[in-house]
Each structure stands twice: as structure tokens, then as C-alpha cells.
């Protein structure tokens, strides 16, 4: 659905690489609709919240250390297919893997400093979204519309 939802976040090392406008670039030429965007420095708690399916992992604690060690930028994306595009944007978890072209694959290295976040699911997203934007994004139209979707 032109109408799908994702949970992007760039991760406090893809702040600190200066790759935000970079990430956001990607999106926006892409045609995807930007409806929510904050720049937060969360807390273990609210971490923990959104990793809460990691929970019990051995990379868990040093994961909400590295996630809350400084601000990350949180967005909604939305267009056609956004959930699983923006995951083939990202690339895989390890950028190792990520093909050259993902934004793992052009600039990580490190599955612990993978620079971003996506959403794996349609449901997963909608509860992210809740979790990082209890306050609601925005809705509008793109004035492009008619030239990104048929
Ligand atoms: P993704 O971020 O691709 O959805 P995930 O949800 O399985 O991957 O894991 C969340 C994050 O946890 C991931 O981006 C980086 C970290 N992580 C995952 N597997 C890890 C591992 N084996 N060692 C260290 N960090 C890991
Ligand atoms: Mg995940």
C-alpha cells in the first residue's frame, strides 16, 4: 500500500559519521514521504522497550549502551512497499553482508555500528511508531504525488 508505514532511526553512530542528511537524502529521492522526524537522546528504559524482542541476547547490554550513548534521529517514512524497501535500503544486519549500494554496505562495517535502524515488519513498525511518536506524525500530500506513483 502507497500508505505503509516505517520505523527509520540513524543509530548515535551514523549522528556522529555526519550520515544523517545522507540518510535522509535516500529516502527522499526514493519517493518515500517523510511524516515524522525528531532528533532524541533516549533513555536505557525506552531502549529496552524497542529491543525488548532482543532482550536475553549477549550483544543486549552492550547494544542499549551503544543505542543510548548519544542522540539518534528518528523518522516515519511512508510510501508503496516501505517496510520491507526501506530494509533492502538498509541492507542486512551485518554490513559485511550488505550489498555496496545499502547504507550499511557504503559505510559500516561492524554489525555493533551498523548506523541504522529499520523496521522488519508491517506490525513492528506500527508499534514503533507508537513507542517513538506517542505524540502522532503528520499527514499531508506530496505536491509530486502524481509523478512517483502511477
Ligand atoms: P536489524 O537491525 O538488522 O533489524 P536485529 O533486529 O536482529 O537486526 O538486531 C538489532 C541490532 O542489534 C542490530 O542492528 C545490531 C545488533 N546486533 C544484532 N546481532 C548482533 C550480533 N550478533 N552482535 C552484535 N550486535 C548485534
Ligand atoms: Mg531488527
Known amino acids: 500500500s502507497v500508505k505503509e508505514r516505517t520505523y527509520i532511526m540513524v543509530k548515535p553512530d551514523g549522528v556522529q559519521r555526519n550520515l544523517v542528511g545522507e540518510i535522509i537524502g535516500r529516502f527522499e529521492k526514493r519517493g518515500f514521504k517523510l511524516t515524522a522526524l525528531k532528533l532524541v537522546h533516549a533513555s536505557p528504559e525506552h531502549l529496552e522497550k524497542h529491543y525488548a524482542d532482543l532482550a536475553g541476547k549477549p ?56 548506523i541504522c535502524h529499520g523496521s522488519d515488519s508491517v506490525e513492528n513498525a506500527e508499534k514503533e511508531i507508537k513507542l517513538w511518536f506517542p505524540e502522532g506524525t503528520i499527514q499531508y500530500s506530496l505536491a509530486q504525488e502524481s509523478m512517483i506513483y502511477e
Open 59 to 114: 550483544f543486549f547490554p552492550g547494544l542499549i549502551k551503544y543505542m543510548a550513548s548519544g542522540p539518534v534521529v528518528a523518522m516515519v517514512w511512508e510510501g508503496l512497499d516501505a517496510v520491507k524497501t526501506g530494509r533492502v535500503m538498509l541492507g542486512a544486519t551485518n554490513p559485511l553482508q550488505s550489498p555496496v549500494g545499502s547504507i550499511r554496505g557504503d559505510f559500516a562495517l561492524a554489525v555493533g555500528r551498523n
